[in-house]
């Protein structure tokens, strides 16, 4: 099996060998992507006694590995949330995808620039004053940064991996790069740790493995109809305080769930200050 990853959203993806440079979509980000080729086989000479008897050492042909399969679990705890008490408790998973020296950091900054408005119809009366209007002009400019890293381990087997973000890294450093997944699913690169440099950088994806599932995201917003429905019908029976009771408990559980998540949140980034304690 070839073992690659999506340069777009950074998901891990697996292909029989015989459909090296055929091209598909990322079942994620339905990025077009071509496979790679499988990696080659490592050529070990023979060792050879020699006429004294003493062995000599055998050579290893360096092969480099661009996209190696993710590391097991290392005992690195897990994060366990919910977003609502009756639901089952989900598990974050944190693995030590790879650490090693940066050989090799390249950076690419895109800029996208959007824009509208401008539109409308002016003219001049009769009596030379300008009647119309104009729609106003807006533009917007979004930079895009790129990062590919080349990372070396202690075997001397190379691996890149790509971020969508700009961190101060260079050449030499020590770094390790740790991955999570939630509820056995799709991983993500979340955490980079700078050992030279004693930084931890969080990844745009990081805090998005706390969002709520698709359940409970389902039974909020059953619970939301259900509280408005029950304050609409108080409120025809003749009973305008039912209808604000039914509104505020509505709006109750709407703050319920933004301090919730933000607390979450909270609670994920010292996990992960954590993890990156004990990779140090």
Known sequence: MIRYTCPR????????DDQSGQKVFCPKCQQKLQIPEPPRNKTILATFAGSSGAPIPAQAEFVPQTNPPPLPPTGLPAFEFSH???????SVEFCLWRRGVLASVSKDVKTYVSGGGGGGSTWTDGYGRVQGSTAPIWMRTEHVTT???????????????RIYK????REGQEVSVVAARVDQGDSCHCLIL???ARATHFLGRSRSLVTPSVSEITSAVIAFLALGL??????FAGSVAGFFVAAAA???MVVYFAV??????????NHCHGVARMLQ
């Open 260 to 269: 919730r998540r933000e607390f979450l949140r909270g609670r994920f980034a």
């Open 194 to 196: 700078n050992h030279t």
């Open 230 to 235: 029950i304050g609409v019908l108080i409120s």
């Open 84 to 90: 609502l008490p009756m639901f089952q408790q989900r």
């Open 147 to 161: 990062m590919e890293l080349w990372i070396v381990d202690a075997n001397g087997a190379e691996s890149s991996v």
């Open 166 to 169: 700009d961190i101060p890294l």
């Open 9 to 16: 959203c950074s998901i891990l993806l697996e292909s029989p």
């Open 250 to 252: 509505c709006l109750a």
